[in-house]
């Protein structure tokens, strides 16, 4: 009997599956640097032939600009591309993204340094400053060797400058897209700039930093899910070096935005490392995880940016209503629809059914723009025309939706996004810009924002959706945000909306607050909310213009919002109390 035991464990033993742990995986090796222009080729032939470990030779590689994304993944499946030891340096003229990703699922890409031949801002020291006879402030600006140069009357002047302190290399407080309202030659290789604000805080040997020009992504994920991009460093960047559209589930590990080197003929290292966002999620579902990753260096615009897309509500009679499809908000049959305006209306339902249209007459196209309801100037919404794209939405519910009402599908802002461990601020914008539900926000450090370190909530005016619920902020650490102004726009924790109470059920909680400069949480809008056990040091620092003392939490336009356990140590004179309703 013990030895028919011994031999049938034998032969499970033997016929049982090898695991996937377990099996070798063969990895094929490509790239020369001396021939960089055949690496894309290389890897995607490696790929056609069946490779699944593609590892990319160690080496820096000059890529050629060549108009279209160097390694074009279509349709990629259960790949990883190792690129560790690899420095990958794009062109910004003519190129394409690095890596582009579409409709591809399990994919990985690690390891590589991802940088690109030009800087995309300008940037240059103070010489002097003083006060202009017309009463506006005045400040010579020679930008530095090897960066930019404008031409003094170039459409792309900068519009707005940012002030970053020239011993620190952070940002000022107080100082954000300040624009110049005169602009004059002051001698060879230098600006006279006047602005028409009082007291603006640029000092002699700052830096004064504005954008220049873009440059195209270093990972672009569309329509795609599943995929990690691992332990990868990226450099003189534009908007969004990772940039994700109508993707899922997709995982950002260890990933690293860093200060480039200096470019060639200059003396002074760069203090800008993205020219806008650090990463930028639209449409994704479920929404996408950040895990240890650092944003080091001055940022332009927000570090991470998660959100869905607004289309307008052109026309509503019971059941029915008709949108502007001028924006993809992922409208879907049997998928929820979330509705809402500045006026107090917010609703969800499900879909029924879409019927899409164009407008066929001149007739057709004013009767709908008669009724539109008039967005923002700055955020102008076109006239429908013939051909203009609409669709009639038959919902589960009359719910007597007003027209300029905006909607969106709430599943598709980045609903169930983590944001975990991660390392980020010194931006000029939010930390983190977040507009999806069931979201966690673990364990970061937001440090140096210019306006809010966590922003929750949706902004009509940019179209971008939505309003938030379920949403975790957990033992945080926010320290020194806020450095650009006053109001809930700077906190360090900013809860908001556009006139509704839609967001709900958002918790803050445990979280460690520090010498943040305009207040530490401003929730508005919301209800059946928690603030609890958060501990804030020294809250507001600055007195901005126009200022009144107030609380370390404010509450305004809210309903069922429990606060509970916090406490403040160390508090300024800007700080009355702890809240505020």
């Given at each position: 009997?013990?030895?028919?035991?011994?031999?049938?464990?034998?032969?499970?033993?033997?016929?049982?599956?090898?695991?996937?742990?377990?099996?070798?995986?063969?990895?094929?090796?490509?790239?020369?640097?001396?021939?960089?222009?055949?690496?894309?080729?290389?890897?995607?032939?490696?790929?056609?032939?069946?490779?699944?470990?593609?590892?990319?030779?160690?080496?820096?590689?000059?890529?050629?600009?060549?108009?279209?994304?160097?390694?074009?993944?279509?349709?990629?499946?259960?790949?990883?591309?190792?690129?560790?030891?690899?420095?990958?340096?794009?062109?910004?003229?003519?190129?394409?993204?690095?890596?582009?990703l579409a409709h591809c699922r399990n994919v990985s890409i690690e390891g590589?340094?991802?940088?690109?031949?030009?800087?995309?801002?300008?940037?240059?020291?103070?010489?002097?400053?003083?006060?202009?006879?017309?009463?506006?402030?005045?400040?010579?600006?020679?930008?530095?060797?090897?960066?930019?140069?404008?031409?003094?009357?170039?459409?792309?002047?900068?519009?707005?400058?940012?002030?970053?302190?020239?011993?620190?290399?952070?940002?000022?407080?107080?100082?954000?897209?300040?624009?110049?309202?005169?602009?004059?030659?002051?001698?060879?290789?230098?600006?006279?700039?006047?602005?028409?604000?009082?007291?603006?805080?640029?000092?002699?040997?700052?830096?004064?930093?504005?954008?220049?020009?873009?440059?195209?992504?270093?990972?672009?994920?569309?329509?795609?899910?599943?995929?990690?991009?691992?332990?990868?460093?990226?450099?003189?960047?534009?908007?969004?070096?990772?940039?994700?559209?109508?993707?899922?589930?997709?995982?950002?590990?260890?990933?690293?935005?860093?200060?480039?080197?200096?470019?060639?003929?200059?003396?002074?290292?760069?203090?800008?490392?993205?020219?806008?966002?650090?990463?930028?999620?639209?449409?994704?579902?479920?929404?996408?995880?950040?895990?240890?990753?650092?944003?080091?260096?001055?940022?332009?615009?927000?570090?991470?940016?998660?959100?869905?897309?607004?289309?307008?509500?052109?026309?509503?009679?019971?059941?029915?209503?008709?949108?502007?499809?001028?924006?993809?908000?992922?409208?879907?049959?049997?998928?929820?629809?979330?509705?809402?305006?500045?006026?107090?209306?917010?609703?969800?339902?499900?879909?029924?059914?879409?019927?899409?249209?164009?407008?066929?007459?001149?007739?057709?196209?004013?009767?709908?723009?008669?009724?539109?309801?008039?967005?923002?100037?700055?955020?102008?919404?076109?006239?429908?025309?013939?051909?203009?794209?609409?669709?009639?939405?038959?919902?589960?519910?009359?719910?007597?939706?007003?027209?300029?009402?905006?909607?969106?599908?709430?599943?598709?802002?980045?609903?169930?996004?983590?944001?975990?461990?991660?390392?980020?601020?010194?931006?000029?914008?939010?930390?983190?810009?977040?507009?999806?539900?069931?979201?966690?926000?673990?364990?970061?450090?937001?440090?140096?924002?210019?306006?809010?370190?966590?922003?929750?909530?949706?902004?009509?005016?940019?179209?971008?959706?939505?309003?938030?619920?379920?949403?975790?902020?957990?033992?945080?650490?926010?320290?020194?945000?806020?450095?650009?102004?006053?109001?809930?726009?700077?906190?360090?924790?900013?809860?908001?909306?556009?006139?509704?109470?839609?967001?709900?059920?958002?918790?803050?909680?445990?979280?460690?607050?520090?010498?943040?400069?305009?207040?530490?949480?401003?929730?508005?809008?919301?209800?059946?909310?928690?603030?609890?056990?958060?501990?804030?040091?020294?809250?507001?620092?600055?007195?901005?213009?126009?200022?009144?003392?107030?609380?370390?939490?404010?509450?305004?336009?809210?309903?069922?919002?429990?606060?509970?356990?916090?406490?403040?140590?160390?508090?300024?004179?800007?700080?009355?109390?702890?809240?505020?309703?």
């Amino acid at each position: 009997m013990k030895s028919y035991s011994l031999v049938m464990l034998l032969l499970m033993l033997f016929f049982a599956p090898v695991s996937a742990s377990a099996q070798e995986v063969h990895a094929v090796h490509v790239g020369n640097s001396s021939d960089a222009a055949a690496l894309g080729k290389q890897v995607q032939k490696a790929y056609q032939n069946g490779a699944r470990m593609i590892m990319i030779n160690p080496g820096i590689y000059q890529l050629p600009a060549i108009g279209r994304p160097t390694f074009d993944l279509d349709g990629w499946k259960n790949v990883t591309i190792s690129a560790y030891h690899v420095t990958l340096i794009m062109r910004v003229k003519n190129a394409g993204t690095c890596f582009e990703l579409a409709h591809c699922r399990n994919v990985s890409i690690e390891g590589p340094v991802i940088s690109q031949t030009q800087v995309t801002f300008y940037q240059g020291r103070v010489l002097s400053t003083g006060k202009d006879p017309t009463g506006g402030y005045y400040c010579v600006w020679r930008p530095d060797a090897g960066y930019p140069f404008p031409a003094i009357n170039a459409k792309n002047f900068p519009r707005g400058f940012d002030v970053v302190n020239g011993r620190t290399r952070h940002l000022r407080v107080g100082s954000g897209d300040i624009g110049a309202a005169t602009v004059a030659a002051a001698g060879p290789r230098a600006f006279r700039l006047t602005f028409r604000i009082p007291h603006p805080e640029f000092k002699v040997g700052d830096y004064l930093v504005a954008r220049y020009g873009n440059a195209f992504q270093k990972v672009r994920l569309d329509n795609s899910r599943h995929c990690t991009l691992k332990d990868i460093t990226m450099m003189r960047n534009g908007f969004a070096p990772i940039f994700e559209n109508a993707g899922g589930a997709n995982r950002i590990i260890d990933c690293r935005w860093v200060l480039g080197p200096k470019p060639p003929g200059a003396s002074a290292a760069p203090v800008v490392t993205n020219q806008a966002d650090g990463f930028h999620c639209v449409n994704a579902y479920p929404g996408p995880e950040l895990e240890d990753c650092v944003m080091h260096g001055v940022f332009l615009d927000d570090c991470i940016a998660i959100h869905g897309e607004y289309q307008m509500v052109v026309r509503a009679t019971g059941h029915t209503i008709t949108v502007k499809d001028n924006r993809s908000a992922y409208l879907r049959i049997g998928q929820p629809i979330q509705i809402s305006n500045r006026h107090g209306f917010f609703a969800t339902t499900k879909i029924l059914a879409i019927h899409r249209f164009r407008i066929t007459s001149a007739a057709q196209a004013h009767s709908y723009n008669a009724v539109a309801a008039k967005p923002r100037a700055y955020q102008k919404n076109k006239p429908l025309v013939i051909g203009s794209a609409l669709s009639l939405i038959t919902l589960a519910r009359n719910l007597g939706v007003p027209v300029g009402s905006y909607v969106t599908n709430p599943m598709r802002c980045g609903s169930g996004y983590k944001i975990l461990d991660c390392r980020i601020g010194d931006t000029r914008s939010r930390g983190m810009l977040l507009k999806g539900s069931d979201g966690l926000v673990l364990g970061n450090v937001v440090r140096g924002c210019g306006m809010a370190g966590i922003s929750i909530g949706p902004e009509a005016w940019w179209r971008e959706a939505g309003y938030c619920h379920h949403v975790m902020v957990e033992n945080n650490k926010l320290i020194r945000d806020g450095k650009g102004g006053v109001g809930g726009y700077f906190t360090a924790v900013y809860v908001h909306g556009d006139g509704a109470i839609g967001n709900a059920d958002i918790t803050i909680r445990n979280n460690r607050f520090v010498s943040n400069y305009a207040g530490d949480i401003f929730m508005q809008w919301a209800k059946h909310c928690s603030i609890d056990s958060n501990a804030m040091t020294g809250p507001r620092q600055s007195a901005f213009p126009g200022e009144k003392p107030h609380a370390s939490i404010v509450i305004r336009n809210s309903r069922a919002v429990a606060i509970n356990g916090n406490h403040v140590t160390n508090p300024s004179r800007y700080a009355q109390k702890l809240i505020q309703r």
